[in-house]
């Protein structure tokens, strides 16, 4: 069965550092979704992209956290200069299209120290 | 803006039990989907189900059903003779366009 990749699983960083997280969506999937989740809560999205663009990042803090899908297939999503506060779960899912089900990966646990 | 409210934060049975977890929502648009998602430990969402808001048509799938009521806003989610592999956090979210919010999520945890 098809699954959505990221690596790492998890990762440690100290504060002003620099960190990355990689995405590989299910083959045929043209929309990948960036999510934080912050322990206790629900996901909430950071960007979407619709092949290589960007749909919407409205909610992605930009002075310090970017995101490409420079091919359209996998994605990559940093985050620089980390802070305390960016401590959380970070899930990539993809779908077919917008709309259609969400399909998520396994995440990536971020601590920044 | 759209809205979605679990307001059940925790919930624990005895294996066999049914269980329901309540959600509702708010949103100003007549065209939408609801989701369920279950997040076990190990931390990957996993999608339960889709439903468009022109269908109120309960489901069954399995052990799992699902009750729409577009009247009362709600997407109640039943797990029926529970067993310990269900226990993990379950997220109701709303879809009018193409983005999700999810709900704060209800963790269910199955004693055996």
């Known amino acids: 069965e098809a699954e959505v990749a990221q690596s790492p699983r998890y990762k440690i960083t100290e504060k002003s550092q620099a960190v990355a997280f990689w995405c590989d969506p299910i083959s045929g999937h043209a929309t990948l979704y960036w999510y934080r989740q912050i322990l206790g809560q629900g996901p909430e999205l950071l960007v979407q992209?619709?092949?290589?663009?960007?749909?919407?990042d409205s909610q992605l803090p930009k002075d310090r956290f970017s995101a490409e899908r420079l091919k359209g297939v996998d994605s990559t999503l940093k985050i620089q200069p980390a802070e305390l506060g960016d401590s959380a779960m970070y899930l990539c899912?993809?779908?077919?299209?917008?709309?259609?089900?969400?399909?998520f990966g396994p995440g990536t646990r971020l601590t920044v120290t | 803006a759209q809205k979605v409210t679990q307001a059940q934060t925790e919930i624990s049975v005895v294996e066999k039990e049914d269980v329901t977890l309540d959600c509702v929502y708010e949103?100003?648009?007549?065209?939408?989907?609801l989701f369920w998602y279950k997040q076990p430990p190990s931390g990957e969402l996993v999608f339960l189900i889709r439903?468009?808001?022109?269908?109120?048509q309960n489901e069954i799938s399995g052990r799992y059903s699902w009750n729409f009521q577009k009247s009362t806003s709600s997407f109640n989610f039943t797990i029926t003779a529970s067993q310990v592999v269900d226990s993990a956090v379950y997220f109701c979210?709303?879809?009018?366009?193409?983005?999700?919010?999810f709900g704060a999520g209800t963790t269910v945890t199955v004693r055996a």
């Open positions: 992209f619709q092949d290589e663009s960007v749909v919407d």
């Open positions: 899912a993809s779908s077919l299209e917008p709309l259609h089900e969400q399909y």
């Open positions: 439903r468009n808001s022109f269908d109120e």
């Open positions: 949103t100003r648009d007549t065209t939408y989907y």
């Open positions: 979210a709303l879809s009018p366009d193409y983005k999700l919010s």
